[in-house]
């Protein structure tokens, strides 16, 4: 029983953080078609942000996490000026796109391996220390975490459903074309979604690296996760990746406990197989239609 | 009677009207003598690491080449090459471990083996769409890796498995070895340069280009892509199976992100859905890797080929075959054949 409790209770922190980086991916294949490989990498930039200001430079969390936000959110723009722009509408974007954020991870990887060496950094808590209830452990860190997921996922769909600017992502993920005639500034929307999908993935790494690992490959592990969490939802439905995120971190969290972490991966990539093959579109998806 | 035995009917189209071509023996029998050449050149002249370099070359050429068949000429974004690869190089140690079958025979089984894990791959893959089939094959990739590693013990672990050699060493055997991986790479390009320009061919072309249209012209998607699975899936195996023995291991590390990266830039760079493309772009990362970066510290190197692969897909995206094979052609004699951006397929 109590396994049962710590194993739920790890499954929603996991499932939290897990939904930061997938809804950010699910945001930038909603309107710019680009499944963004490079998000892995965003997420150690932030870890070693954070680690940087709260280890190198002795500043409270608050001031880290912030940090990692602002310099992974730049480094997605700088991302898509230099990178995704150029290629943007031509020909093969569909191939390039993705191999290009693939090139762009290794490339933020070797320079963080420069900077850092290849070794593992320890990251400290933000919140030391852990209160036991009844014989569940409850560290500080993952109510942090925990908290500060929910409250910008909360946040997130509020700025989806009731902004303008939100209104507008929306409304180029569902039609780029139309959206584009009614006088909604697309390039500004798409360099608004690569800056906000990078933020959230920095904030995840610098939240995460205490809780997991922090070394220069540590970002594609969550990626992966991500990725099945998006597939899983439905590409481009972010009511349909926060859902998965948490179902996808409970189902993960059962396996490690009962099973132990070697299964996680094969277990989770064997519950996405058995769900594309019944439900190719995912749990919220809608499924793709075929351009005549 | 199968629907390729129907398309294979010969055809009688005006010239030019058919986009499938004969194929015409003597060039590349002559490149062929030509490059077998090399190799005993090198070794003649004491170059014997670069002897071993150009077997890299060969192995990955395959690889790339027949990973191009899904991924370039046919838009099927399958990551799962190198499950077919593994295949190859697994089934081909078992075979000859227990049962002292000769290499140079159990290399066609690791082939077969790894075509009907293609067969059988590919059903529930191919029902997908896009994005779709990239995780899922991803997914495979990486379950693989974990059963081999963790899972029935004759597998080896993770220290895998030491298959036989081809020959049994000695000064001369790395010229030997590399002569097998160039008949074998020659039966490899021929295999595939035949089916990209034959009907069966065009009929993949179509899929990817618009399939709907390919479809109402009466190709069945599925059919037509699991044939191309199989197909491409055995020459993946091929070349698994011929580097397992040569390199007398094989791990479950066959499988890791590194080498599918690798692969996957070797045939962009080259060039994405061309026939030349994946050759060009293994030689050069081949090349590159350890001329060039071999002296660079940990993290220059990964920071290099990141770059370097950035810079081709913003400013060549159709690779450098294509985009080389332009700039010589603006040179005014029109030598080399024209690539469209559209349909890279020459």
Not at chain 1, 123 to 146: D, K, S, T
Not at chain 2, 85 to 114: K, M, Q, R
Request: aromatic content about 10%; charged content about 5%.
């Amino acid at each position: 029983m109590e396994q049962l409790v710590q194993a739920i209770w790890g499954g929603l922190v996991f499932g939290s953080v897990y939904g930061l980086m997938a809804v950010g991916l699910t945001l930038v294949w909603g309107s710019l078609n680009l499944l963004n490989l490079a998000h892995g990498a965003i997420y150690v930039v932030g870890g070693y942000v954070g680690y940087t200001f709260m280890v190198g430079l002795g500043v409270n969390w608050i001031l880290a996490f912030g940090a990692a936000i602002v310099v992974s959110g730049l480094l997605g723009v700088l991302l898509h000026l230099v990178v995704v722009v150029p290629m943007l509408g031509k020909p093969g974007w569909d191939n390039a796109s993705w191999i290009a954020t693939v090139a762009v991870g290794t490339l933020l990887g070797a320079v963080v391996l420069l900077v850092y060496g290849p070794g593992i950094q320890a990251m400290p808590a933000a919140i030391r220390g852990n209160f036991v209830l009844g014989h569940i452990v409850f560290q500080y860190q993952e109510i942090l975490v925990c908290g500060v997921a929910v409250v910008l996922l909360i946040l997130l769909n509020g700025f989806l459903r009731k902004s303008r600017h939100g209104l507008a992502i929306r409304a180029v993920s569902q039609q780029r074309d139309a959206a584009q005639l009614m006088g909604i500034p697309v390039a500004m929307v798409f360099l608004t979604v690569m800056g906000v999908s990078a933020a959230l993935a920095g904030l995840a790494g610098a939240m995460l690296s205490s809780v997991l690992v922090l070394n220069p490959t540590a970002g594609f592990v969550p990626m992966l996760k991500a990725l099945i969490v998006t597939i899983f939802g439905g590409l481009g439905s972010v009511k349909g990746t926060i859902v998965a995120a948490y179902i996808i971190g409970l189902v993960e969290a059962f396996v490690q406990t009962f099973l132990g972490a070697t299964w996680s991966l094969p277990v989770l990539f064997l519950v996405i197989i058995v769900v594309l093959l019944v439900r190719p579109q995912g749990l919220y998806g809608t499924p793709e239609l075929q351009r005549l | 009677m199968s629907v390729s035995k129907q398309i294979a009917r010969p055809v009688r189209v005006a010239p030019g009207a058919g986009p499938w071509r004969r194929f015409n023996g003597g060039p590349a029998i002559l490149g062929l003598v030509l490059a077998a050449g090399v190799p005993w050149l090198l070794m003649a002249t004491g170059q014997r690491y670069v002897v071993t370099l150009l077997v890299t070359v060969l192995v990955y050429g395959m690889v790339a080449q027949s990973w191009n068949l899904v991924l370039g000429v046919s838009g099927i974004f399958s990551l799962g090459q190198l499950v077919f690869y593994a295949t190859g190089g697994y089934v081909s140690s078992l075979v000859t471990i227990h049962t002292g079958l000769s290499p140079f025979l159990a290399i066609w089984l690791g082939g077969l083996a790894a075509a009907l894990v293609g067969l059988v791959v590919g059903v529930p893959i191919l029902r997908l769409r896009g994005i779709y089939i990239a995780l899922l094959t991803l997914g495979f990739v990486m379950l693989l890796q974990n059963y081999l590693g963790t899972g029935p013990s004759f597998f080896g672990g993770f220290y895998g498995l030491q298959p036989p050699g081809f020959s049994s060493g000695g000064a001369g055997s790395v010229l030997v070895i590399c002569y097998i991986g160039l008949a074998l790479f020659a039966i490899t390009m021929f295999a595939v340069w035949r089916i990209m320009h034959s009907p069966v061919g065009v009929a993949f072309l179509a899929l990817r280009d618009s399939e709907v249209y390919a479809i109402s012209r009466g190709i069945d998607p599925f059919r037509f892509k699991l044939l191309l699975f199989a197909y491409s899936a055995f020459f993946a195996g091929l070349a698994g199976a011929f580097m397992a023995h040569y390199q007398q291991s094989v791990t479950p590390s066959t499988l890791d992100f590194t080498l599918l990266t690798n692969l996957i830039m070797m045939i962009v760079i080259g060039g994405w859905g061309t026939f030349w493309g994946p050759i060009v772009g293994a030689a050069i990362l081949v090349f590159l890797d350890s001329y060039v970066l071999r002296n660079l510290a940990a993290g220059w190197h990964e920071l290099v080929l990141g770059a370097l692969l950035v810079v081709v897909v913003v400013v060549a995206p159709a690779g450098v075959v294509p985009t080389v094979a332009r700039w010589v052609n603006r040179l005014g004699a029109r030598v080399l054949p024209e690539f469209d951006e559209e349909e890279e397929l020459v």
